[in-house]
Structures are given as C-alpha cells and as structure tokens.
C-alpha cells in the first residue's frame, strides 16, 4: 500500500466525476448530510493532511493548517485539487522512510506510511461512491484497492468469501448491507500498533503483513541475515486464521521486533490470541539465530508485557516452554515471569508434575 495505490485511487475517483462535472453538485451524497462539492472538498482536505503528517511527522496532533476553496468557482476546479491533493499525498508517501510515524487518533495515536496511505484510498474510495450516489453515477473501484485497505486497516473486519471486497469496504464504512451482518451505525479504522521498547520497536502486523509472512515473504520488514524465523511464519498463520474466522483483535496479535538503529527486523512476538473470559492470554516469542545472545527477546518480553498488563480485560499473561530450551526459560525469568505449580499448570489445559506441563514448563506473569 503506497504512492502507486494513492494515485490509482485519485486517478480512478476523479475519471468517474469528471463525467458528471456539469451537473448540480449542491445535492447531498449519498446518506451524508454534506452536498457533492462538499463532500469532494474532503476528500481534498484529507488527502493533503495526510500528506502534511507524513511531511512533518508531528507526535501528538494535526499539524495546524487548512485547504480553502473559495477560489473553486466550479465542480472541475475541485477536481483540479482532488488530482493535486492526491500527488500531493503520493510522493509523501513515497519519500517517508518505512520506520517513521506520524500522529493519527484512531485507535493508536499514530499511522506510518502505509497506513497513511490506505487512510487516504480508504477516503477517495467511500466519498466518491457518496458523491457518485448524490449525482447517480456508477462507481466502483477496482477490487484490489479494497481488498488493500481492508487488510491494513481493517483488521478487525471479517472478510467476505469470495472477490467483493467493496461490499465488504462499504458495509465496514457504514455505507451499505451484507448478509448475515448487521448494518453499521459506527465505524473506525485501525493502524497497527507500534509497542516501543529501548533498542527495539514492536511493530504490529497486519494481515496483509501476517499473510506475505505465511506465504513466505517479508510482510514488508527488512530481515537481519536468517530471518523470518520458522516461528515467525508459524505466528502469522494464526494471525491469517483469526482473520479470516473474524475473531482477529490486532492489539492481541502479532508484532514484528524491529532494530531502532538500522531499521532491520530481529525477530517475533505476540499473543495466542485475545485474552478468554478469565482475562488470560498466552504470549510466544523467537528471534533469528543471528540475533541471539543480546537480550532483545528479554527487552522485547518486558515491554510486551508492561503494555499488555496495563489493560482493563488482562488478568495475566502466562507461556510454556520446552525443558529443553534453557535460552528461553532465562528469557522468560528475566521478563518476570515465574514457574506455575501443577494446578496453575492445569488452567492452561496441560498435566504432569509440579512445574512440568508434559515436557514444558509453565511460566506466568501477573500485573
């Protein structure tokens, strides 16, 4: 999700409008309360805000500035700044360095390039099916935007089977209906999670992120020598999984640990999932064979689960390891964690002596 997304988008929305320029643009779009014009004025607005966030890369608000209109006379001069906008937003894109973030509200405080991107499709998309709804005009864009931003931003939407990934975007906007789910009054979008640590940045993954993982790729991460661990791969699976099942929560997921020196990805961590109705949620980790013995997986751990204790819905975190992994089980005593008697042991669905969970230990961490 880049530049080439941006432009397609614009490209697209602007070509289905542009054949509607003389009509009256003052009636509302669709079921919004604003007219056409006003409507396509957002789009222009956001476009260049999240180009000027992606520019300045403020941390904790908007930065302070605003597109005015006044000099539009016509439904074609705002288009002119939808295409404007639009470029505008395409190169920030594509000159912001992969690392780097800006302030977003929804739902983490901040969006990278990527998700400034897929905000900004996500944008051009849903406004122009408003407006083209108001001027009753067709609209669709193609299925691959969609399904782009859909995998990005809304992760927590589970998808359609099958290719209509715009009834799915529309009905995850509010905008229309799908069988089997109930309409949508409220909606948000949501940017990954980025966890920080002292070396290390944890960096949620996606499920476009998780799936490329699954399949064999980077998920978009620069690896250090030897990586993706075979762990790593095996955690995005479960993240694809949950995603496609519809019980994928992100900020219960996965998150690549990434070096703030150089950029590069070390490793893997995450939960098993969402915590159950006990407030447990089981935590794994790995790093690559080249970034062991450095204590990233023990910084990794305790930010982890720093972050994930301060929560309402967590009780604690517990984890099992092999009794053969001695590295392992000092990384996990090292974060805090300590080894569970048998009956503890047994709430995690494992038997055998006191401490011993049939070849593994049981560790747990409590706030």
Same mark, same amino acid.
């Given at each position: 999700?880049?530049?080439?997304?941006?432009?397609?988008?614009?490209?697209?929305?602007?070509?289905? %409008?542009?054949?509607? /320029?003389?009509?009256?643009?003052?009636?509302?779009?669709?079921?919004?309360?604003?007219?056409?014009?006003?409507? /396509?004025?957002?789009?222009?607005?956001?476009?260049?805000?999240?180009?000027?966030? %992606? /520019?300045?890369?403020?941390?904790?608000?908007?930065?302070?500035?605003?597109?005015?209109?006044?000099?539009?006379?016509?439904a074609?001069?705002?288009?002119?700044?939808?295409?404007?906008?639009?470029?505008?937003?395409?190169?920030?894109?594509?000159?912001?360095?992969?690392?780097?973030?800006a302030?977003?509200?929804?739902?983490?405080?901040s969006?990278?390039?990527?998700?400034?991107?897929?905000?900004?499709?996500?944008?051009?998309?849903v406004?122009?099916?408003?407006?083209?709804?108001?001027?009753?005009?067709?609209?669709?864009?193609?299925?691959?935007?969609? /399904?782009?931003?859909?995998t990005?931003?809304?992760?927590?939407?589970?998808?359609?089977?099958?290719?209509?990934?715009?009834?799915?975007?529309?009905?995850?906007?509010?905008?229309?209906?799908?069988?089997?789910?109930?309409?949508?009054?409220?909606?948000?979008?949501?940017?990954?999670?980025?966890?920080?640590?002292?070396?290390?940045?944890?960096?949620?993954v996606?499920?476009?992120?998780?799936?490329?993982?699954?399949? #064999?790729?980077?998920?978009?991460? *620069?690896?250090?020598?030897?990586?993706?661990?075979?762990?790593?791969?095996?955690?995005?699976?479960?993240?694809?999984?949950?995603?496609?099942?519809?019980?994928?929560?992100?900020?219960?997921?996965?998150?690549?640990?990434?070096?703030?020196?150089?950029?590069?990805?070390?490793?893997?961590?995450?939960?098993? #999932?969402?915590?159950?109705? *006990?407030?447990?949620? *089981?935590?794994?980790?790995?790093?690559?064979?080249?970034?062991?013995?450095?204590?990233?997986?023990?910084?990794?751990?305790?930010?982890?689960?720093?972050?994930?204790?301060a929560?309402?819905?967590?009780?604690?975190?517990?984890?099992?390891?092999?009794?053969?992994n001695?590295?392992?089980?000092?990384?996990?005593?090292?974060?805090?964690?300590?080894?569970?008697?048998?009956?503890?042991?047994?709430?995690?669905?494992?038997?055998?002596?006191?401490?011993?969970? #049939?070849?593994?230990y049981?560790?747990?961490?409590?706030?």
């Amino acid at each position: 999700m880049g530049g080439d997304q941006v432009e397609e988008a614009v490209s697209g929305a602007v070509a289905a %409008l542009r054949g509607a /320029a003389d009509r009256d643009w003052s009636v509302k779009a669709g079921r919004l309360e604003w007219s056409c014009r006003e409507t /396509a004025e957002h789009i222009a607005s956001d476009l260049v805000s999240y180009a000027g966030q %992606l /520019a300045g890369r403020p941390a904790d608000r908007y930065v302070p500035f605003e597109i005015g209109f006044e000099d539009c006379e016509s439904a074609e001069d705002v288009l002119q700044v939808v295409e404007a906008t639009g470029a505008l937003l395409a190169a920030a894109v594509r000159t912001t360095p992969r690392e780097a973030r800006a302030f977003h509200p929804y739902p983490f405080r901040s969006a990278g390039r990527e998700g400034f991107a897929a905000m900004g499709v996500t944008e051009v998309l849903v406004h122009t099916h408003d407006v083209a709804e108001g001027l009753g005009i067709a609209y669709e864009p193609p299925a691959a935007l969609c /399904a782009g931003v859909l995998t990005r931003i809304f992760p927590h939407v589970r998808p359609e089977p099958g290719p209509d990934h715009w009834r799915t975007l529309l009905w995850a906007t509010g905008r229309g209906e799908l069988p089997g789910r109930a309409p949508l009054t409220a909606w948000r979008w949501s940017n990954n999670l980025v966890i920080p640590a002292e070396r290390l940045t944890l960096q949620g993954v996606t499920p476009a992120s998780a799936a490329d993982l699954r399949a #064999g790729g980077t998920g978009g991460f *620069e690896w250090i020598e030897g990586g993706p661990f075979e762990g790593t791969r095996d955690a995005a699976g479960m993240v694809v999984k949950a995603y496609e099942a519809g019980v994928h929560r992100p900020e219960w997921g996965m998150f690549v640990l990434v070096r703030r020196e150089d950029g590069r990805a070390v490793g893997g961590i995450g939960f098993h #999932g969402a915590p159950d109705e *006990e407030g447990r949620a *089981e935590v794994g980790y790995d790093l690559t064979e080249s970034a062991r013995g450095n204590g990233y997986a023990t910084e990794a751990l305790r930010a982890l689960s720093a972050w994930a204790l301060a929560r309402e819905d967590l009780t604690y975190l517990f984890a099992t390891v092999d009794r053969a992994n001695s590295p392992s089980q000092g990384v996990i005593s090292r974060a805090g964690f300590t080894r569970v008697d048998t009956e503890t042991a047994d709430a995690t669905g494992n038997t055998g002596d006191t401490g011993d969970t #049939g070849g593994q230990y049981a560790y747990e961490l409590r706030g």
